[in-house]
């Protein structure tokens, strides 16, 4: 709810409206996943820890003013979904509900009567956080557009990954972070580090709005892609 995001005092960004935004999580969302939630951090007003339940505040409690924002902004995002996947709550009060595991560090949007039935996964840049839920496994990832992705190539990408970003229509950039938001990704999805997905994880082919990939050269994967100015949006899910 835009009032638990902002008190009901704000307006959604101008980009919410425009509709090649729209068409692009409508994408996202054809991809698979069950519901998606992107809060823009500027959004989200200083009293909004005040919907955090108990065992997110003390949490909250111990980091950092930059960590304390993308992760409020996180956990708003899985409150949305919670309300989406149980019917469109409005009415349960977002203190009883849970976006994070008490012995782990993954977060969780369960339906608003407690119950869990989806897998969840988010992200955050320093614009964005976006939450999705899928009954499969799900993980998502949003990066911002930079060339610095350029001087990591050799550590996440495959002689063949680079190739593919020298060839790309997209550019050596875009391709090389979609390319590393796929791997990003599938870390969440598997729940594996990231430098296993950087070597288990091959990524065959590169485009603006879909991608492919393997996994232990398994059967071929699809990673859905939407980018909202330069930042990259990837969504990988029932894997």
């Not at 899928?134 to 001087?151: A, I, Q």
């Not at 190739?163 to 229509?169: F, M």
């Not at 288990?200 to 859905?224: H, K, L, M, N, W």
């Amino acid at each position: 709810r835009m009032k638990d995001v902002s008190g009901g005092k704000r307006l959604p960004p101008k980009w919410i409206n425009i509709p090649a935004a729209a068409d692009q999580t409508t994408g996202l969302m054809a991809a698979g996943c069950d519901a998606l939630t992107v809060i823009e951090l500027t959004t989200v007003a200083p009293f909004a820890d005040k919907v955090l339940s108990a065992d997110e505040s003390k949490r909250f409690e111990n980091m950092s003013d930059r960590r304390r924002r993308s992760f409020l902004a996180a956990r708003l995002a899985c409150k949305r979904l919670s309300r989406i996947l149980s019917g469109n709550d409005t009415e349960t009060d977002p203190r009883d509900i849970t976006t994070v595991y008490a012995d782990k560090p993954s977060p969780c949007c369960p339906l608003t009567d407690g119950r869990s039935a989806y897998a969840c996964s988010v992200s955050h840049d320093d614009r964005f956080a976006v939450a999705v839920a899928c009954t499969g496994r799900v993980g998502v990832d949003v990066e911002k557009m930079s060339e610095r992705v350029l001087k990591s190539q050799s550590f996440f990408m495959s002689a063949q990954e680079e190739a593919l970003g020298r060839e790309s229509r997209l550019g050596e950039i875009e391709t090389s972070v979609r390319i590393w938001s796929i791997k990003e990704a599938v870390t969440k999805a598997l729940d594996i580090t990231l430098t296993d997905a950087w070597h288990r994880v091959q990524v065959r082919s590169v485009g603006s709005a879909e991608s492919r990939f393997q996994i232990d050269d398994q059967d071929p994967c699809t990673a859905v892609h939407a980018a909202v100015g330069q930042h990259v949006f990837t969504l990988v899910c029932r894997l």
